[in-house]
């Protein structure tokens, strides 16, 4: 659990707003030792929309990533802040998993999971 935050604070570096991270949601045991790449955008009241950039060669771990990433809580945007509405590369990895790489910038495709 303490790599998947690590790689999470390293990744809300370019994120709009910092998640509670003191208050991630529980990983699913189906996710120990599985890495991934996610598209993320936190809008201003602080609900994630995401996608797998890359997927993990499995449906049902592809939507248990997206399911874990969307109950990261972020705040309430505060007046004057910026990135909220945008979408940033989010790696996550749990457990004995590399940290996939960061491409420059992810954006919405047709196929989302």
């Known amino acids: 659990m303490l790599r998947a935050i690590a790689l999470i604070a390293a990744a809300l570096v370019a994120a ?3 998640a ?7 990983v699913p045991r189906m996710l ?11 809008d201003a009241e602080g609900k994630v929309d995401a996608f797998v950039l890359d997927s993990v060669g499995d449906k049902a ?6 399911g874990w990433v969307r109950r990261i809580q972020f705040p309430k945007a505060q007046p004057g802040e910026v990135g909220r509405g945008t979408w940033f590369p989010m790696p996550v ?3 004995k998993a590399q ?3 960061l491409p ?7 196929n989302r999971t």
Do not use: E, H
């Open 104 to 110: 420059p910038r992810c954006a919405p495709q047709a």
């Open 61 to 66: 771990r592809d939507a248990a990533v997206i």
């Open 99 to 101: 940290s996939p790489k």
């Open 93 to 95: 990895a749990f457990g």
């Open 20 to 26: 509670q991270m003191d208050n991630l949601p529980p």
């Open 32 to 42: 120990v030792d599985t890495a991934a790449l996610v598209c993320v955008k936190v």
């Open 16 to 18: 709009p707003a910092s």
